[in-house]
């Protein structure tokens, strides 16, 4: 993994998007995909201080990034979002490698985020690394629901 900085912005924002364009399309969701995140406001999250994007990385190759917002601060939770991987790098482990490190940089208890229901390859993901629904649910669209994810 690789940090991103802000001179990385442009490069990131295209990953993204492209990365989330098929949920974009699927949930037609334009409040809060990450595909319609406008390159101001992901800049604006590359350079706040309790914000750190990595680039997923596989022989000097980006294939994904993780968002970890850290307040380093014992009583709130870490939360990653978002994470993605670009279509042609699926399937191969990089999504749960990224969480595991992300974990080893910034400690293994206290974490949260929210994925889609409705896609079962995310829910997968995190339950097999040990993070468990709380029950907290939010239809975001008719056949769109974000779910809650701890692991303490």
């Given amino acids: 993994m690789k940090p991103a900085t802000l001179s990385d912005a442009e490069a990131l924002h295209r990953m993204q998007a492209t990365a989330f364009r098929p949920l974009l399309e699927k949930y037609n969701d334009f409040a809060i995909s990450p595909a319609a995140e406008s390159l101001d406001d992901l800049r604006e999250r590359l350079v706040r201080p309790d914000s750190t994007y990595y680039f997923i990385m596989d022989r000097g190759t980006a294939v994904g990034a993780i968002r970890v917002v850290d307040h380093r601060d014992p009583e709130r939770r870490k939360v990653i979002a ?25 400690g293994e208890h206290g974490w949260a985020l929210d994925t889609v229901r409705e ?21 975001v669209r008719p056949n769109m629901t974000l779910i809650d994810y701890e692991k303490d």
């Fill in 82 to 106: 978002p994470l993605f991987i670009l279509a042609q790098y699926r399937n191969r482990g990089y999504a749960q490698a990224a969480v595991r490190a992300v974990e080893a940089i910034h």
């Fill in 119 to 139: 896609e079962p390859g995310n829910c997968h993901l995190y339950e097999k690394l040990g993070y468990r629904r709380t029950g907290t649910a939010a239809r």
